[in-house]
Structures are given as C-alpha cells and as structure tokens.
C-alpha cells in the first residue's frame, strides 16, 4: 500500500509541477519588459599622466584623426586603437560626434582606463 500510495501522489505532483512549468514559461517575467541594453567598454590613455577617477562621468568627441574624452570641458584621454577604429566606425554609422561615457576600471600598470558607453536597442 505504501509504495502504491507514494507512486500515485508522484504522478500527480509530476504532472502539477509540470503544468506550473509551462505556465511560468508561456508568461513573461520582469526582465522581458525591460529595454535592451547594450554596454561596451573601451580603452582610453590618459592626457598628462592624471588619470579620472572611477564614475566620472565624460564626453566622448569624434575628431578628424582621433575620438577623445572629455571631462567638463577638458580633454582627459584619447581612446585607444583598435577601439579607436571599432568607435568610430559605430559613431559615424549612426552620424554622432559626441556621446555620453563613465569611467569604469583604472588600469594604473597600464596607465589606461575604461570607459563605458549605454546605448538604449
């Protein structure tokens, strides 16, 4: 009688749990609602050996030759190749000179730091 008792109970919380499965799956969770958000990181080399402390919130400028960042209107770095290319290619595709950027992780051995850019997809 036991094992009869425990293999019937079984099936029925098998069968439960895999409708609550399938429920839970069909239907959408907090994290489906959100936008997407693509962050990307590149490297920046420090203007005068000062580095910009982490959170510093920055400017990133297109120019002729190069993309440089700027903080409240002083140049603070210049991005690093390859990221330069990976950069400025995205910039000109979407026809942007500036765009907002923070400072994310200071390298001190490498003297480099990164910034991070968000862009809402």
């Known amino acids: 009688m036991g094992i009869a008792f425990i293999a019937a109970k079984g099936k029925q919380f098998q069968h439960r749990s895999d409708r609550a499965f399938d429920e839970e799956f069909a239907s959408g969770n907090l994290f489906s609602r959100l936008?997407?958000?693509?962050?990307?990181?590149?490297?920046?080399a420090p203007f005068g050996g000062k580095m910009p402390e982490i959170g510093t919130q920055l400017v990133?400028?297109?120019?002729?030759?190069?993309i440089k960042a700027f903080h409240l209107n002083k140049p603070v770095g210049?991005?690093?190749?390859?990221?330069?290319?990976?950069?400025?290619?995205i910039m000109k595709e979407t026809?942007?000179?500036?765009l907002p950027a923070e400072v994310v992780e200071i390298q001190?051995?490498?003297?480099?730091?990164?910034?991070?850019?968000g862009l809402k997809g």
């Open 35 to 44: 936008p997407d958000t693509i962050t990307s990181e590149y490297r920046c």
């Open 95 to 98: 026809n942007v000179n500036l």
């Open 60 to 66: 990133i400028y297109l120019a002729k030759e190069d």
């Open 78 to 89: 210049v991005v690093m190749s390859p990221d330069c290319e990976q950069l400025s290619q």
């Open 108 to 117: 001190a051995l490498s003297n480099v730091f990164l910034v991070r850019l």
